[in-house]
């Protein structure tokens, strides 16, 4: 058993796991911030991001021992401090960019790392960067609708180009 | 000026915060205390006899708390199909026996023969890979032409690999092919509908959990339908009294279908967890979902159109060979039949029409309802030998499609396939179609696109579909096994406040902000009031669930008349607190008043009475405000609609990518319009990925060559468009109170003959006029070597 220990949404935890516990489940398990999900095997869908050290990772790839020391960031903790959505998840619930919520979370943390790093992104920037999240709802419509609100822009006006 | 709440408003979705904030608790969130871990040993070949199982290494690893293999269920219950068909010399199907865990034989790649209960799930894996199986390999049957040619079989004890040889409507036989023998011009199509992987986000998990002090059951699981996944347990598998078993099916992460059927991991779950007295859980591992979720679509048809030489269709017939893999899942016998040759006539007024399906076992996993369900085959064949058929006559395709609708003063009408249409206007449908996919355009951006060097294209097409499934006294007579009613309660408490429990469950479709729309303008008051309960057959009423896009129109409906129920008995109650007479008693917006006077109570105060009945006629009148309602359809409803797909080819690497979509539906009166685009949208996706992406293949062994998202082409956002969804041609469904059609599965029904249709016209545009059809998924591949053949 590996001991570790991290800061998760900005609080200190600890914890004791085997060397081939996966952060994901470290996080569902362990630490039971069950809004982080398991979606696939292979690292392709998406709906285990999360961000460690203000990067975007998907869970499922990285072990639990990799994050110790780590800063990492969940959808638990995204909220406004007053409990309110942010300027991301109000965008989804805004322009309905999300229906069985499964790959939400992953979407939602998805979209916080492009949009720190692109902040005024297009249509296909956003399409390419959510290549690695996979949603089975929505048919992406709605979801690149909120994430062009989410930055702020005219989303009729990016999306029309 | 939209409303901002009641029907016909957009409010947003208030199940929105929780799954936003991660807050949503699917089943596999749920941990229990005493949790212990289930992993299931499945066969890695596609057929071989089980010699033996050797579970000795795997019991006595670390943690290992229990192993079972089939023998331990050999005196259960098989999980049955829900479908009776008989062939067309009236003999039943073949009904081979599908047991909790393989007995003597594996039959899949996926095949589930053991199952290993341990502490801890890493150790149930451990102790799975111990187990030594000795499975003699034997040929596998997995094209469905060799598995009726004869040889192997999947089932030995049935003696063919034929399931059922269906006819419809086998009266019509003789008519149609003598129309098609005379007619002056006949059209006929081969074609594949590609087997799909339903893929829900959320992969299958179950937890099953014993009372050993009560005796009671408890199956926490990804279900559709908790009340049929119960009724199917206790009546068919483990005999388990259905008041002992308590199914709750919590944030579920999508269906698509695949969530309908009871799975073998739910009864072993709970019998696990009888016998050891903890909690068992388990979760698919998404390989896992490949194997052995319920597959969709795989047939292989050819179709023919007979029609006069201005276009006037004759008759349509129809030879299917349709995949039912190595199990009857629960509907997978009505999927090929009664959901796809009950819709061979399309929108059209063709006189005569046969349908025959053959449905054939193989050794792949079961194949069952997808979106739409039989509904996107008939479609796609249907629309797609249109497109030929107008090819060869040399008419346009819109043409030729208007020339042959039901017009709308022919409703309700009798179409050649057997249903009785209620309402529709499909030339209205095609007019916007027309207007708000610019088709008059089309010819400018073909210009603009060939001067790239690439090819445009534009497909349309038309559908029909048959929802709101579905009214018992019918699908009786055509073999289902149960009842497909809804219903709902409607409980006003003493405060006011209303929970409605359903029986419909939510996976995305938004249910707990639409239903309350409904209730929220019949009765007065704010929505915001107003809670949907679902999913929990110890809260809810029996409903059916929710699947072939029945939730608002037959669920919806007992939402109507329990609330009527509710406003009945608050009238009486009114009258009495008013001291007037309940004739007298008016209900508008939230007030009880009496005509002509200034006497009028609140709802609220009514519900109060009800729960504290001081000075209460309780001779007359039950304290309480609550009504149940069972709601069974007159008839399906058919919602329709017309499509239009722009593509562009590019000539040098056969890759298409979609311009333009246009989606124009009729799903009649329209409650929430934000929830209705959205599942508009889902289903385009879902569509135009079997059009272009997806395709579920096994090799000549049996071995599933598409098992992971790596290997199986999931439509990602930078393979889909923006979608223009239209539902503003509205013929409300006549026979139920709402109006509504349903309209979870349009997208993925109307939209793969559009694409393709499309493909073919950019080809065409190339020079490639003899290039006919192409086999979805019509990959660069697919379109390289049509144009380079």
């Known amino acids: 058993m590996t001991k570790l220990s991290m800061t998760v949404n900005g609080k200190p935890v600890s914890g004791n796991v085997e060397g081939r516990t996966l952060l994901v489940d470290f996080l569902r398990q362990d630490l039971h911030l069950t809004g ?20 975007a990772v998907k869970s499922c790839t990285m072990l639990a021992a990799e994050a110790d020391g780590a800063d990492v960031a969940t959808i638990e903790g995204q909220a406004n401090a007053d409990g309110s959505l942010n300027v991301i998840q109000q965008a989804f619930q805004d322009h309905h960019g999300l229906q069985c919520g499964f790959c939400t979370p992953g979407m939602v943390m998805a979209t916080a790392d492009l949009l720190k790093n692109n902040p005024t992104p297009n249509e296909a920037d956003v399409r390419h960067h959510l290549d690695g999240n996979i949603c089975r709802c929505t048919g992406y419509h709605n979801i690149v609708k909120a994430v062009l609100a989410a930055s702020g822009q005219d989303v009729d006006a990016v999306a029309a180009e | 000026m939209p409303k901002d ?17 991660g807050l949503g608790q699917y089943t596999d969130d749920i941990s229990l205390t005493g949790e212990t871990h289930a992993v299931f040993a499945r066969s890695q070949v596609a057929t071989g006899i089980i010699k033996s199982i050797d579970t000795s290494a795997a019991e006595n690893m670390p943690g290992v708390l229990a192993v079972f293999t ?19 010399d009236g003999e039943p199907m073949k009904e081979p026996k599908r047991p909790v865990l393989a007995h003597g034989k594996v039959r899949h790649v996926g095949d589930a023969y ?4 341990a502490e801890t799930a890493e150790q149930a894996r451990d102790a799975a890979e111990a187990i030594e199986a000795d499975i003699d390999e034997q040929p596998a049957v997995v094209d469905m032409k060799s598995a009726l040619a004869g040889g192997a079989l999947v089932h030995d004890e049935i003696g063919t690999n034929q399931c059922f040889d269906w006819g419809w409507i086998e009266d019509n ?20 509908n590609n087997r799909l992987v339903p893929n829900a986000m959320e992969p299958r998990a179950s937890t099953g959990v014993f009372d050993p002090g009560t005796g009671d059951y408890t199956l926490y699981t990804t279900s559709q339908n908790p009340h049929l996944t119960r009724l199917l347990i206790c009546a068919f598998v483990l005999g388990i009294p259905e008041n002992k078993l308590r199914v709750v099916a919590p944030d579920v992460g999508g269906g698509f279908g695949s969530k309908i059927y009871h799975y073998g991991e739910e009864a072993l779950v709970l019998s696990a967890a009888k016998k050891l007295g903890r909690p068992v859980r388990w979760t698919a591992s998404r390989s896992e979902s490949f194997l052995t979720d319920a597959h969709g679509r795989d047939h292989v048809t050819k179709i023919e159109i007979a029609c006069e030489k201005d276009g006037t269709f004759l008759a349509f017939r129809t030879e299917t060979m349709a995949n039912v893999g190595a199990y009857l899942s629960n509907f997978s016998t009505a999927t090929p039949t009664f959901l796809h040759g009950t819709l061979m006539a399309g929108n059209y007024t063709v006189p005569t029409l046969y349908v025959n399906v053959k449905a054939v076992f193989t050794n792949t996993a079961p194949v069952d309802a997808y979106r739409g369900a039989g509904r996107p085959e ?8 249109i497109d030929k058929c107008a090819q060869e006559l040399g008419m346009d395709p819109l043409a030729l499609r208007r020339k042959n609708f039901i017009k709308p003063d022919q409703f309700p009408y009798a179409a050649a396939a057997g249903l009785e249409y209620d309402t529709g206007n499909y030339h209205a449908l095609v007019d916007k179609l ?9 010819e400018a951006r073909r210009a603009a696109t060939k001067a790239t060097g690439k090819l445009r294209g534009i497909g349309v097409n038309t559908y029909i579909e048959a929802c709101g499934i579905a009214p018992s006294n019918l699908v009786g007579v055509l073999g289902s096994r149960v009842g497909l009613y809804d219903a709902a309660t409607v409980r006003v ?6 929970s409605v429990m359903v029986g419909a469950h939510s996976h995305g479709q938004g249910h707990e902000t639409a239903f309350p729309q409904v209730v929220a303008d019949m009765l007065g008051i704010d929505e915001g009031s107003i809670d949907i309960v679902h999913g929990d057959t110890s809260k809810i009423p029996f409903g059916m669930g929710t699947y072939g896009s029945r939730s608002l129109a037959v669920c919806g409906s007992a939402v109507v008349r329990a609330t009527e129920k509710i406003i009945n008995k608050a009238k009486k109650i009114a009258a009495h607190m008013m001291e007037a007479s309940e004739q007298d008693v008016e209900f508008s917006e939230g007030q009880f008043s009496i005509a002509g006077t200034d006497k009028s109570v609140g709802f609220g105060d009514v519900a109060l009475k009800a729960y504290i009945p001081h000075n209460f006629p309780i001779e007359d009148i039950e304290p309480g405000l609550e009504e149940t309602a069972f709601y069974d359809p007159a008839n399906f409803t058919y919602p329709a609609g017309a499509y239009a797909c722009e593509v562009e080819v590019d000539p040098d690497t056969g890759k298409v990518t979609i311009d333009r979509f246009t989606a124009v539906d009729d799903f009649g009166n329209v409650i929430n319009p934000m929830i209705v685009t959205g599942q508009v949208h889902g289903g385009l996706a879902q569509g135009i990925g079997q059009a272009l992406l997806e395709n579920c293949t096994y090799d000549e062994n049996g071995q599933i060559l598409s098992a992971s998202f790596m290997d199986y082409a999931m439509p990602r956002a930078s393979d889909l468009p923006l979608y223009t969804v239209d539902h503003s041609c509205q013929t409300p469904c006549t026979h139920n109170p709402l109006g509504v059609k349903g309209c979870g599965e349009a997208g993925a029904i109307g939209s793969p003959p559009a694409v393709v249709n499309a493909v073919i016209n950019a080809l065409h545009s190339g020079g490639h006029t003899d290039v006919t059809h192409i086999d979805m998924p019509v990959s660069p591949a697919r379109v390289w070597a049509a144009m380079n053949s």
């Open chain 2, 5 to 21: 709440s009641g029907i016909g408003a957009s409010p947003k979705r208030r199940e929105d915060i929780r799954f936003l904030t």
């Open chain 1, 36 to 55: 982080t999900h398991v979606g696939c095997d292979t690292s392709q869908c998406g709906a285990c991001t999360v961000h460690v050290n203000g990067v």
């Open chain 2, 378 to 385: 008939a479609t796609y064949s249907l629309e797609r030998a």
């Open chain 2, 434 to 442: 027309e207007e708000l996919a610019d088709l008059s355009g089309f």
């Open chain 2, 70 to 88: 089939g023998d331990d269920f050999v005196d259960v219950g098989g999980n049955p199909a829900g479908w009776l068909i008989n062939s067309r």
């Open chain 2, 493 to 498: 408490n003493a405060t006011g406040n209303i």
């Open chain 2, 114 to 117: 053991a199952a290993v209960i």
């Open chain 2, 173 to 192: 036989r003789a008519a149609t092919d003598a129309a098609i023998k005379s007619a002056p011009h006949v059209t006929t199509l081969e074609l594949v």
